[in-house]
């Protein structure tokens, strides 16, 4: 392969394209080792990725993780508020401007429940939360000038300049080396003004014993888990309080404790190396900006590390092998200033100018369908409270060289909100007693996560790029170099890791294959590539999980297989085979999550099933051992209520010929040869694969006398690199045709009735819901599209920056493609809709803005069609809160059944 002159966390111009000739100039060789080293460059900084914790890069099982026993809701509403109201909501709902431990006002008031349940009331306040207020945010300094008045002495954050890219390289050959030059590292507009790096800030403890957690769910699920240095006790999320939470416990005991009380639901877990702390990523409110705290094993401790300015994310990467710190990447959060004429402080933005928030897009609000008054909203929400790091907002344009003044105020507004935001990776000490270390930063970044730091702390393992062209740079922590890179594959974003003498990287990828197999990459001294082997591979299989030991000589492997997941435990020797695996039989037919212990043939694995609810188990010498905290599998469903289902593979043939995949759920109780009324479940991604994991909506969807049937459309995941390409570009109006192919082909196989068929899907899942009731209108009854995009123009418009440049890989460019993203877009042919929809979103979803729904349900409805807007509060792009996804479900399947078999 070709070396390509640019460093890969600078490349080419990137989304929105940076002037023709300004991509990879004037790229050196890495000095000699006898040169005087490149002092690291001022730069404007910032940080983040933000993959969406969910179905997604997290592989977090939360929405498949409580009960089917439909209960009492709260939390909905089926009408949109304004933006404005929109967002002062989700500001007030993710903590700025009230005090950490006090309440909002009830959130059910006006709120109309779903027919046939009663209004809930307000739940009550998690114990252990601290009810005095926050510390008042004061003028913020350099965090240079902080750390020096307050450690004299530390060292300043090492900082280089963001970074942009785009699109994919001829990666470098081995032993070859690149770097940027000063040009590529400017920052925006060339200002040269460096954002502040993380600050640690201590906050009220909320641990409290499980004697004290109200049990609201019948059933709960345990996942995530991450093991202490001893291997003995386990941290991991559980939802048996009715919201994903930090928990910690023995292995082979329940003696558990909840080390985060708080209602911010947890998405991530990290036990350090040393034992001494516990990272965890929280999405505050249930919105897409995440943030990062750490907690001691017993509770105490607990402060923010990164993501808690308005607008701002952050989330974990790994931490160093000693435990001294912790990789995090935040992504600065935008300007916000007044808009031209108005006087600072007169008002928030989206009051003063009508403007929406970020991520709320244009469509103004529908109108109330139940009658009932909008709820009130706290006022103060763009107050800083102070809980956690406050990372600088990008700088505003000097005005050219040789004039005197300032910019125009409308310039200087319009060039804030569209700078390009930048993703940064951090190791930040805990403690807070040594200033943070940035390991790399890019402008106008997808993602950004820092994988492995090697034992000796030289050499970092970055996994960055938009989705589908995914990139493990080995990157040099002293100068940010990056000394290797090579191709990766999408899914779990834990990639690889060093051998302890960094001689050698293990690495999860898809590099020249249908299928993701295990890499031995061989790297120099330098950290410079020299060989590359193949050490693991399966035909017609993919590895989606790799864990290695933590003396680097043993590794855990997760094979998918059509669907289901086969575990091995494997001695790693670099430049030999594989051959001494040990297979490890499992209970449930999916592992999400592989946590290694002290023992290597002794791993402890989040595992899911269709059957069963998911747990955390024990799988010393090959026996699988849940966890007494864990839910036992009789306690699955409610009593009386039907037991769970297990799906039976199914592979329709789309219209071109490409072989497709799925699932299909039988009712209980149906003849086999009797056509039932079928829902088409489509996934998200669309990356994304079916497995047959319990998911309660499918229950829900089974208890009705409806059966389900999955499916794995082109453009997803398990079936090999040419299957999830083969929806690109005009390829998707082929995916859309794949869904029609899938229920013809449960109808002629007499699964299914043709006259009582029903769609429903999440997030790309729902895009396709839109699509398929435009382009074959007179296939379905009914449509659920659930926070799906109804046009890409708008979908582009109001996404976050970091989501839209990896979507534009995938979709199309907005600008380039705008005629192809225009035809593809279900708002282009809505006059062709014919049956009723129910859309669901998300009231703080910034990954596909709420917006979406609401234009699509208001030209259902000025067409005549009948259409109904759901939306969930103190939600996301993904649904976390077991009353809000009750409400969900409870919600859907009553407009499914009613339009189905009513």
């Known amino acids: 392969m070709a070396a390509d002159p640019r460093n890969p966390l600078t490349g080419a111009p990137s989304f929105p394209p940076r002037p023709a000739g300004d991509a990879g100039k004037d790229v050196r060789a890495d000095p000699p080792g006898d040169a005087p080293r490149r002092p690291p460059p001022d730069r404007s900084g910032g940080a983040a990725d933000a993959p969406r914790a969910g179905r997604g890069d997290a592989a977090d099982l939360t929405d498949r993780s409580e009960p089917g026993r439909p209960e009492d809701a709260a939390g909905a509403e089926r009408w949109p508020r304004s933006g404005a109201d929109r967002t002062r909501g989700t500001q007030a709902r993710t903590g700025t401007g009230r005090p950490r431990g006090t309440r909002p006002k009830d959130p059910t008031r006006g709120v109309r429940a779903p027919e046939g349940e009663p209004r809930s009331g307000a739940a009550p306040a998690a114990p252990g939360r601290s009810g005095g207020p926050a510390p008042a945010a004061g003028p913020r300094r350099p965090a240079g000038a902080e750390q020096g008045a307050e450690r004299p002495g530390a060292p300043s954050p090492r900082r280089s300049r963001p970074l942009s890219y785009e699109g994919p390289v001829d990666l470098p050959g081995p032993g070859t080396e690149r770097a940027a030059t000063s040009d590529e590292l400017s920052g925006p ?18 641990a409290v014993s499980l004697d004290d957690v109200p049990r609201v769910l019948v059933s709960h699920g345990c996942w995530y888990p991450s093991v202490d240095p001893g291997g003995r006790r386990v941290a991991f999320i559980c939802d048996r309080g009715g919201v994903p939470q930090l928990w910690e416990g023995p292995v082979d005991g329940d003696d558990v404790h909840l080390l985060d009380a708080e209602p911010d639901p947890v998405t991530e877990v990290a036990w350090s190396p ?17 943030r990062v705290l750490c907690v001691r094993p017993d509770g105490t401790g607990r402060r923010v590390l990164a993501g808690g300015e308005p607008g701002s994310s952050a989330y974990l990467g790994c931490w160093a092998r000693d435990g001294s710190a912790l990789a995090v990447t935040v992504a600065e959060a935008p300007a916000r200033l007044p808009p031209p004429g108005a006087e600072a402080g007169a008002g928030s933005t989206a009051e003063q100018s009508g403007a929406l928030g970020p991520g709320m897009g244009a469509p103004s609000p529908l109108p109330p369908v139940s009658g009932a008054a909008e709820a009130v909203h706290p006022e103060g929400w763009t107050v800083r409270d102070g809980r956690a790091t406050l990372l600088g907002a990008p700088s505003v344009p000097a005005p050219p060289t040789g004039h005197v003044g300032t910019v125009p105020a409308a310039a200087d507004h319009e060039a804030a909100e569209s700078a390009p935001r930048t993703l940064s990776a951090y190791l930040v000490d805990p ?30 393992l970055v ?31 834990w990639i690889g890791a060093f051998a302890p003498d960094a001689r050698t990287l293990w690495l999860r990828s898809d590099h020249e294959r249908e299928h993701a197999a295990l890499y031995a990459v061989a790297l120099d001294p330098r950290g410079g590539r020299t060989g590359l082997t193949v050490a693991a591979q399966r035909d017609g299989s993919g590895l989606e999980l790799l864990t290695l030991d933590r003396d680097g000589r043993g590794a855990v492997l997760s094979w998918n297989v059509r669907g289901v997941s086969e575990l091995e435990v494997t001695p790693l020797a670099p430049g030999t085979a594989l051959d001494r695996s040990r297979a490890v039989p499992l209970p449930h037919e999916v592992v999400t999550r592989v946590a290694v212990t002290a023992d290597h043939d002794a791993p402890v694995a989040a595992l899911s099933g269709s059957l069963r609810r998911p747990g955390v188990w024990w799988l010393p010498q090959g026996a699988a051992l849940r966890t007494p905290w864990s839910s036992r599998d009789e306690d699955v469903v409610a009593p009386g209520v039907h037991r769970p289902v297990r799906p039976v593979p199914v592979r329709p043939r789309a219209r071109d010929g490409l072989g497709l995949g799925g699932w299909y759920y039988r009712a209980p109780g149906r003849s086999p040869r009797e056509a039932a009324p079928c829902v088409l479940h489509l996934h998200g991604g669309p990356e994304e694969q079916e497995r047959p994991v319990f998911d309660p909506l499918y229950h829900e969807l089974l208890g009705r006398g409806l059966d389900v049937f999955a499916p794995d459309v082109r453009g997803s995941s398990g079936y090999g690199r040419s299957f999830v390409d083969a929806d690109l570009g005009r390829g998707r109006f082929a995916a859309i045709d794949d869904v029609a192919d899938c229920a013809a082909h449960v109808v002629v196989a007499g699964l299914a009735d043709p006259l009582r068929l029903a769609v429903m899907g999440h997030s790309y899942g729902g895009y396709l819901v839109m699509a398929s009731l435009v382009w074959h209108p007179e296939l379905f009854r009914t449509g659920v599209p659930v926070c799906g995009m109804s046009s890409f123009a708008t979908f582009f418009a109001g996404t976050e920056p970091w989501l839209a440049q990896s979507a534009a890989h ?41 917006g979406e729904s609401e234009q699509f349900v208001r030209a259902a409805r000025e067409r005549g069609v009948e259409a109904e807007l759901l939306v969930l509060r103190d939600e ?24 189905l078999t009513g």
């Open 431 to 460: 403690d807070g007693s040594a200033a943070p270390v940035l390991v790399a930063s890019e402008r106008e970044a997808a993602t950004l996560r820092v994988c492995d730091i090697s034992r000796d702390g030289r050499l970092a």
């Open 189 to 206: 507009a060339g200002s040269g003004e460096a954002h502040a790096a993380p600050e640690t800030l201590a906050v009220p403890d909320a």
């Open 463 to 493: 996994r960055r790029g938009p989705r589908a062209r995914r990139e493990a740079l080995v990157v040099r922590i002293r100068d940010q170099w990056v000394t290797c890179a090579l191709r990766v594959a999408d899914g779990d974003p």
């Open 274 to 290: 040393d034992g001494r702390w516990i990272a965890y990523t929280t999405a505050p409110g249930g919105s897409e900006h995440t």
């Open 810 to 850: 995938k979709y199309g460019h907005p600008e380039r493609d705008r005629e192809l993203l225009h035809a593809l877009s279900p708002m282009s042919r809505i006059d062709e809709l014919r049956v009723p929809v129910l859309a669901v979103h998300g009231e703080h979803d910034t990954n596909v803005p709420p």
């Open 876 to 899: 996301g792009h993904d649904f976390r809160r077991a009353d809000n996804r009750r409400a969900f479900r409870r919600s859907a399947a009553d407009w499914i059944q009613r339009h």
